[in-house]
């Protein structure tokens, strides 16, 4: 298992992503192997130079994404490892718009 929390030995940074409810059961269900962010000035902030968490910068291979489906306190969670983050087209059998080119989030397999 790879650690993923302050109180395990060599914790990787999580990133924490809300997604709506078809594209979190996607995700999950391994059909969507891809997650979209626009690029906007907000994302332009947390994905220069890496993957910015708590003001640190990491690698995309050194990130977990933590998706969540809401903001309610017991609202469903899933943990993945990020497997690189690229500026590219949307594909249609992912959520993007082919037209359109956004902040790519590959996703691995899922963790802790």
Not at 34 to 57: C, L, N, Q, S, V
Request: hydrophobic share 35%.
């Amino acid at each position: 298992m790879i650690p993923t929390n302050t109180n395990e030995k060599a914790a990787l940074p999580i990133l924490h992503l809300n997604l709506i409810t078809a594209a979190f059961d996607a995700v999950l269900s391994g059909r969507k192997k891809e997650e979209y962010r626009e690029i906007k000035p907000y994302w332009d902030r947390i994905f220069a130079d890496g993957i910015k968490i708590k003001g640190r910068h990491y690698p995309a291979g050194e990130v977990v994404i933590c998706f969540s489906n809401g903001y309610a306190k017991d609202r469903r969670q899933f943990k993945m490892r990020c497997t690189g983050l690229k500026v590219g087209k949307g594909r249609l059998k992912y959520g993007g718009d082919p037209d359109e080119e956004y902040y790519v989030l590959g996703l691995g397999e899922m963790v802790g």
